[in-house]
């Protein structure tokens, strides 16, 4: 089994298109330490591959504004994430340059931020001075992410 980094996930090569499928095998993934997917159930496990991460972040839903908004996400396999301590959101800077924002859904498993929606956290940024330089992030539930440097 593998999972496309557009979110598709594959058996043998073919795209498994029945999402209550899909939403199954989601239920049963695990990340391990050393970063390996598996699906596990109590009679077996079986090994994922994952191109990047399993889910993908495909809308976003703003409640309250300035520090006390809650950022609330939904991937594409209808889960619904609110960006806080528990969840946070990361961004890396790929190496073509390019920004990739990442939103932990649950133990361990990730959901790259799709980018009309980075778009729409951009929209909602805000210059925030962390120790000693302007950062650019968000806000939400009270915690500042950084999606990248004020000069950016």
Do not use: C
Request: charged residues 30%; aromatic residues 10%.
């Amino acid at each position: 089994m593998r999972i496309a980094r557009d979110g598709t996930w594959l058996y043998r090569g073919s795209p498994i298109s029945r999402l209550a499928l899909v939403k199954l095998f989601a239920s049963v993934l695990r990340r391990e330490p050393d970063g390996s997917y598996w699906l596990v159930t109590p009679a077996e496990r079986g090994r994922v591959e994952v191109e990047d991460v399993p889910f993908l972040a495909v809308g976003l839903t703003v409640e309250g504004s300035g520090r006390e908004q809650q950022l609330i996400f939904e991937t594409n396999l209808d889960d619904i994430v609110t960006a806080g301590a528990a969840n946070p959101l990361r961004v890396e800077t790929a190496a073509d340059g390019e920004p990739r924002p990442y939103i932990l859904v649950r133990d361990r498993l990730e959901a790259r931020i799709a980018r009309p929606v980075f778009y729409d956290l951009v929209e909602l940024g805000a210059e925030e001075r962390i120790e000693d330089t302007i950062q650019f992030g968000v806000w939400s539930r009270g915690r500042f992410f950084r999606l990248g440097d004020a000069a950016d």
